[in-house]
């Protein structure tokens, strides 16, 4: 083994009484708080995500056994409510400029169905984009789905054309204006 020559750092002052790392007892316990800060930050940030999710998509619910939330409010349409937009039933005197483009979509098992009632709606003069198969196969009920307000007529119409369905407002389908989600309804008049 090498020999290096001694330098000041090899030997220890004659006053300096200290040796070792110097540290101090570990506390009784000392390891539960540890654990306790972190539980406790992990229920910051549970209670946290859950809040901040229940902003940004109001149908989400979370129901705690035992306790129970105060009574829904039923509201009933009363005489003064806003009245209800008509239908557009001619595709033909759609604006243009309302860059209008209808998503198909099929939400059953039945292969075909999107381009069945795309290919309807298209000799109807509808201006049909898209037709594809949706993520979930086992929809109940045909939907007419559109995200802004000033295209309620039009679904209204497209739920005419169709003879089956209903119209919700959602921005669930980014891109499209209006979009189709067939239902196994709409499979059974088929």
Do not use: C
């Amino acid at each position: 083994m090498a020999t290096f020559p001694k330098d000041q750092f090899d030997t220890l002052p004659e006053d300096l009484a200290r040796q070792g790392a110097h540290r101090a007892p570990k506390k009784k316990g000392g390891g539960w708080v540890g654990f306790a800060w972190a539980a406790l930050a992990t229920g910051v940030l549970v209670v946290g995500g859950l809040y901040g999710l229940s902003l940004i998509d109001s149908t989400i619910r979370f129901e705690v056994p035992g306790i129970t939330a105060g009574e829904e409010e039923v509201t009933t349409p009363s005489e003064s409510a806003t009245p209800e937009v008509p239908a557009l039933t001619d595709p033909t005197t759609i604006d243009k400029a309302r860059k209008i483009s209808i998503t198909v979509l099929n939400g059953t098992e039945t292969a075909g169905l999107q381009t069945v009632a795309g290919d309807a709606l298209k000799a109807l003069k509808w201006p049909i984009g898209t037709r594809t198969t949706a993520s979930l196969t086992d929809v109940e009920k045909t939907f007419v789905y559109y995200s802004n307000p000033a295209d309620e007529d039009i679904a209204r119409g497209l739920v005419l054309a169709l003879g089956i369905g209903e119209i919700r407002e959602s921005a669930a389908f980014i891109g499209a204006p209006l979009t189709i989600v067939l239902g196994d309804d709409y499979a059974a008049t088929q």
